[in-house]
């Protein structure tokens, strides 16, 4: 994803801890807002409200209000719908073009209208959707997908981290980019691993 970006090895590790903080922040700022504004909470803890987020969001802007935020947050859900296809899209098409995976010959296709790789960004909408249509038939479909993909997070960066440890363990300690000396600390390996 950081083919463009210039100094990569400084920016996107960066970016990812800038997003962590500002992410991390805002969500706790509004939870901390929703806990505040729970009209009963003696109803949610006894699970007589069973939307607390729904009733504090009627309670404070009314009917419209409510369905004004809930058209927010699904526009903010498909804007991160579309950006993890072009992610996953990017990615099909990097493997694809080094012959990494089946289906490269098609998958590293350029469309020469648009210089965009269709049959990648197809695959990254199309397989996902059938995926998601299985929660019609199958029996607690939607709660298996959720948490395969909230785990799947976890274990996709942990995967990152457990690459660089071998790289670190494999090639002796690499010159850490986001300090500024040619320190070996283990404090410097450690930041690289986890950057």
Known sequence: MAEETPNASRMIPRAMRMTIYVGGAAAMWVCLGLILSVP???AVIAGKDTDPVATVLRAA???WGFRAVIAIVMVSFLSCLISIQAAASRLMFAYARDRMIAGSARLSRLSPHTHVPVAALMAAGIVPGVIAL?????????NTIV???AAGIYISFQMLVLGALIARFRAGSPRDPLRSGAGDSPSTWWRYCMA
């Open 40 to 42: 009963d909470m003696h």
């Open 61 to 63: 802007m009314g009917e």
């Open 134 to 142: 299985c929660g019609v038939w199958l029996q607690n479909a939607v």
């Open 147 to 149: 948490s395969f993909a």
